[in-house]
């Protein structure tokens, strides 16, 4: 491994990347992430059929993930910062990479939870990394692209990880393997890509103390942090519940639906999100958070509704 992450020598030096090429490329790295953190979601029904899982079991094995993420997201936040943008995002893409070894050959629950720890590790140590490198190679003469590449991302990738691994579901052979190994061969074509990047950072001591966990907020923005939090939470609470039972509910309110109605309701979700984010930027920040929680309202009302219906259906019918 060490050999792998040195120095090429003068006489053997690796290609290098330009600028142009590797802010797409570290854009790129974060969309595949968030597709393989969404990419189950279709697939829960299926584990549930195949293996009778609870829906409790199935929110365990997501909430695996989700606080693995941050976990990682809080230790290894400024890792890149001491060790080296590429080293470490090699490192956590082939981490990514066999937690999705570990997705195609899972035989049980327990193999879920384990692929989803090592996922989240990876994750946030990779997503830390690649969003500090698309400031680094962020082009001086268009400022704001990595801005916006770091908010549009996340939700772009799990759309298109959950558009994916439905159309997977419905159409290619074995669905709870077929989109890990593509997943795992993406991953490792990233890692080799990225390794013909050429390294921003300024490497230096101190990355044992920087896993040291610690939340800082600026006085100025601390009233601000108290108002928005608990609606930031609300909606990537909400975000979590569809990821997860997202499936189920609709089995529940449309039982004879195709299989891959379950999946459509997160695409659904996480579509609408980047179009908001991408409407919302002429927009001020005090204007866009307002109207964001509001609407949280009605939509989590419009859910209660159509389960509601379910319940009452076979009665009244």
């Not at 299926?46 to 976990?71: C, D, I, K, M, R």
């Not at 060790?83 to 327990?110: N, Y």
């Not at 195709?258 to 695409?267: D, I, Q």
């Amino acid at each position: 491994m060490l050999s792998v992450l040195a120095p090429p020598s003068p006489s053997r030096r690796l290609p290098v990347l330009g600028r142009r090429s590797a802010f797409p490329l570290h854009a790129s790295v974060l969309v595949a992430l968030l597709a393989a953190s969404s990419a189950p979601t279709p697939l829960y029904a299926l584990y549930q059929a195949e293996w009778h899982l609870s829906a409790l079991t199935v929110t365990v094995v997501f909430s695996a993930y989700a606080l693995t993420l941050l976990g990682a997201l809080l230790t290894a936040g400024t890792l890149s910062d001491h060790l080296g943008r590429r080293p470490v995002l090699i490192g956590a893409l082939l981490a990514e990479a066999a937690a999705m070894a570990v997705f195609a050959t899972a035989q049980g629950v327990a193999a879920l939870i384990a692929a989803r720890i090592l996922q989240g590790l990876a994750t946030g140590v990779a997503t830390s990394a690649a969003g500090a490198a698309l400031l680094d190679f962020e082009d001086p003469g268009r400022p704001g692209r990595a801005t916006l590449a770091n908010s549009i991302t996340p939700v772009a990738g799990m759309a298109a990880g959950v558009l994916a691994s439905t159309a997977l579901v419905q159409y290619a052979p074995a669905p709870t393997r077929t989109v890990y190994l593509l997943l795992l061969l993406l991953f490792t074509a990233q890692a080799a890509a990225v390794l013909l990047t050429t390294e921003t950072a300024h490497p230096h001591s101190g990355a044992w103390r920087s896993l040291r966990p610690g939340i800082a907020v600026a006085p100025a923005s601390r009233p601000a942090m108290r108002l928005l939090a608990p609606g930031v939470v609300a909606a990537w609470a909400l975000g979590g519940f569809y990821s997860s039972l997202g499936p189920s509910l609709a089995r529940l309110v449309a039982p004879h639906t195709s299989r891959a109605t379950g999946g459509l309701v997160f695409f659904t979700l996480t579509a609408a999100a980047g179009l908001a984010v991408l409407a919302a930027r002429p927009l001020s920040a005090r204007t866009v958070s307002s109207v964001g929680a509001a609407v949280l309202v009605p939509g989590a009302l419009l859910t209660l509704t159509g389960l509601v219906r379910s319940v009452r259906q076979p009665t009244t019918g």
